[in-house]
């Protein structure tokens, strides 16, 4: 009997209109009824993860920032959180303004915004349901806040081509001692070495005494591999990632198809 469904937010449980269908609304309120734990794991701030747990009903632990952070279904409480080792980020953030790269700063629930317009800015709010702050010299902001050994996470932004060349330079620039994943084709994330969401998941399991052969996960991108090697089930959406497709147990339907309804209904019967 499988006691955890996992999932991951954009382009697995939400629709491409960033929204969660009534569909699997309705499959995930009646599995939750039925004792199955249903656990978000996203790449978004607590806060995000927060607004869609209301909305599900559901009160259980939130992983954000890719698994850097695990807090109460409050999205406040912090239970576990892992930064970026201080002289790291200080490499990355100089990066990306000598570079000019579009970037989003992930400290907790705060976001702090470079090298974009306005549009850009915008196209991000249906990623990020926190309020996100501008800023023009966000070295110089960083260091006066001393929020150094306080970031989660890097958000990169752009076409996947320029972002998988900056990856390969960030990489080197990092002698390979931060995790750099694709969670979609546009966006890059970086984050600790020891910060996943398998490891998350497993840190949850052990706060809800549920061991990994007993859950199920469902996901898209880079970033979700990790748990789904790690559940007892991993899925995969039928619009991941090739290389998340490979590693999974199983592949359901889209996003747009109510692809995690379909895992439902096929593992528990529902």
């Known amino acids: 009997m499988y006691k955890l469904l996992g999932l991951d937010l954009d382009g697995t449980l939400l629709n491409s209109q960033h929204e ?5 609304k309705e499959k995930i309120r009646l599995l939750y009824a039925k004792g199955v734990k249903v656990i978000l794991l996203s790449g978004r701030e607590p806060s995000s993860l927060k607004a869609f747990a209301e909305e599900l009903g559901i009160k259980e632990p939130l992983s954000g920032l890719n698994g850097g952070i695990i807090t109460d279904h409050t999205g406040e409480k912090v239970l576990y959180q892992k930064c970026i080792d201080e002289e790291l980020a200080k490499k990355m953030v100089n990066y990306v303004c000598n570079e000019n790269v579009v970037s989003f700063i992930f400290i907790g629930n705060m976001v702090l915004f470079h090298g974009g317009e306005a549009e850009e800015l915008e196209r991000a709010k249906d990623y990020i349901l926190a309020d996100i702050k501008p800023i023009k010299n966000i070295f110089k902001y960083i260091g006066e806040n001393n929020l150094w050994g306080k970031i989660n996470k890097i958000l990169l932004a752009g076409e996947n081509q320029n972002l998988l060349k900056h990856r390969e ?13 694709f969670s ?3 966006f890059l994330e970086l984050f600790n070495k ?31 591999i990790s748990m789904i090697e790690y559940a007892g089930v991993g899925v995969a959406m039928e619009n991941a990632l090739s290389t998340v497709k490979n590693r999974a147990d199983y592949i359901t339907l889209s996003n747009d198809e109510d692809g995690v309804s379909h895992v439902i209904k096929k593992v528990w019967n529902i």
């Open 184 to 186: 979609l084709p546009i």
């Open 169 to 181: 330079k960030l990489n080197d620039l990092t002698n390979g001692n931060l995790s750099m994943e």
């Open 194 to 224: 020891d910060v996943s969401k398998g490891r998350a998941l497993a840190k949850i399991g052990e706060m809800l005494d549920i061991k990994g052969e007993e859950m199920v996960v469902i996901g898209d991108g880079e970033n979700d």
């Open 20 to 24: 969660i269908s009534d569909t699997n």
